[in-house]
């Protein structure tokens, strides 16, 4: 009977164990909400090539910003109003790099061309380091 028992507890905690390792090992998913149409569009196009080139790395998720799923997702972030642009890893638009920066990725990147009053603070390459962070 005690063997049994033994026998069975081993068996759950290496379910529990792989299934816990699995989890761990599941990609970062990045949500990219966005208006569909120019400026955003080219806004974008570095962030989605280099999306694109990390393949199985990353799991990537686009949703039209100006869609009832949108404005429920960017309900669902915490923000409201007229964001053109958020970007989500795991779940969440800011975060703080192990070098202390901090960025938060709402509104147009920090480019030239950018409209005034919706320019965020963050590049392409911030992102990339968030998620380059996160892919190791």
Do not use: C
Not at 93 to 119: L, Q
Not at 123 to 129: E, G, N, P, S, W
Request: overall charge positive; glycine content about 8%; cysteine-free.
């Amino acid at each position: 009977m005690k063997t049994r028992r033994h026998f069975l507890a081993a068996l759950a905690a290496t379910a529990l164990a792989l299934a816990a390792g699995h989890a761990l090992a599941a990609p970062p998913t990045v949500e990219i909400l966005a208006m569909p149409h120019p400026p955003v569009q080219s806004a974008l196009k570095p962030l989605r090539e280099w999306l694109a080139a990390q393949g199985t790395k990353l799991k990537v998720v686009e949703i039209d910003i100006e869609s009832p799923q949108g404005a429920k997702r960017l309900a669902a972030a915490g923000l409201s109003g007229h964001v053109p642009i958020v970007i989500l890893i795991d779940g969440k638009y800011g975060h703080r790099r192990k070098d202390g920066v901090t960025h938060e990725f709402v509104n147009f990147p920090a480019i030239e061309g950018a409209p005034p009053g919706v320019r965020g603070k963050w590049t392409t390459a911030d992102v990339q380091a968030v998620l380059g962070e996160r892919m190791k």
